[in-house]
């Protein structure tokens, strides 16, 4: 089957670094997804990944390592706005997505 | 502005009855999808439409239908059928199907009493 493993929650203090971590078994890959998802708000792109390696975006970066499975998104410098859930998604062979549950981001003063 | 709208924000319903859930986009996507959102799990894909006049199963069809008569919509209904309704119904389009980044409507959220 397929599946998509992340973290359930995670807390970090306001100017600091987080690595949120996603592992992926799927049948194909077209490319992973990076959500993010305030409370009751519909999910805002973030970034995508379809070759190994590391995308930065301002704060925000993800990397891929195809041959492992992996990825994680990186957020730096972190502000309380950051708090959200934050969703890691695979494209497969069908060009369906395939959803994570999720990790809850909370941010400490 | 261009983007994805859904109505209503929230929606009650009792145990028995049918809802339309709207979507309507002015993206001039070809491909639209109706998720469902439960807590702890990640989204499920309902049904999903590449282009006007066709429309998939995803892996939670049962209890829902949709209908792609525009382009610019994409109602979904939540029959009687639909054991377990009570979740946040989100809507979302592609420039096409295989496109890497979909762009989510508010979302509905559906409690049935």
């Known amino acids: 089957g397929q599946n998509i493993d992340q973290p359930t929650e995670m807390t970090a203090t306001e100017g600091a670094i987080v690595q949120i971590n996603c592992t992926y078994q799927?049948?194909?890959?077209?490319?992973l997804f990076w959500y993010q998802q305030h409370a009751g708000e519909a999910p805002t792109f973030l970034s995508y990944?379809?070759l190994d390696g590391l995308e930065e975006k301002g704060r925000f970066s993800s990397f891929l390592s195809r041959s492992k499975g992996y990825s994680y998104l990186l957020l730096k410098e972190l502000q309380m706005k950051d708090s959200a859930s934050y969703l890691c998604?695979?494209?497969?062979?069908?060009?369906?997505?395939?959803w994570g549950a999720g990790t809850k981001l909370i941010i400490k003063p | 502005d261009g983007g994805i709208t859904q109505s209503p924000k929230y929606l009650f319903r009792k145990e028995g009855q049918n809802v339309t859930l709207s979507c309507e986009q002015n993206?001039?996507?070809?491909?639209m999808y109706w998720y469902r959102q439960d807590p702890g799990q990640g989204l499920r894909l309902i049904y999903y439409?590449?282009?006007?006049?066709?429309?998939q199963k995803g892996d939670i069809a049962e209890g829902y239908s949709v209908s792609r008569e525009k382009k610019e919509s994409f109602p979904l209904t939540v029959t009687s059928a639909q054991k377990n309704p009570t979740a946040f119904y989100l809507c979302?389009?592609?420039?096409?199907?295989?496109?890497?980044?979909?762009?989510f409507g508010p979302g509905t959220r559906l409690t049935v009493l």
């Open positions: 998604a695979v494209m497969d062979s069908n060009y369906q997505l395939i």
């Open positions: 990944n379809v």
């Open positions: 799927t049948s194909g890959f077209n490319g």
């Open positions: 439409s590449q282009i006007v006049n066709d429309f």
């Open positions: 993206l001039n996507h070809d491909a």
């Open positions: 979302a389009s592609s420039i096409e199907a295989d496109y890497n980044e979909q762009f």
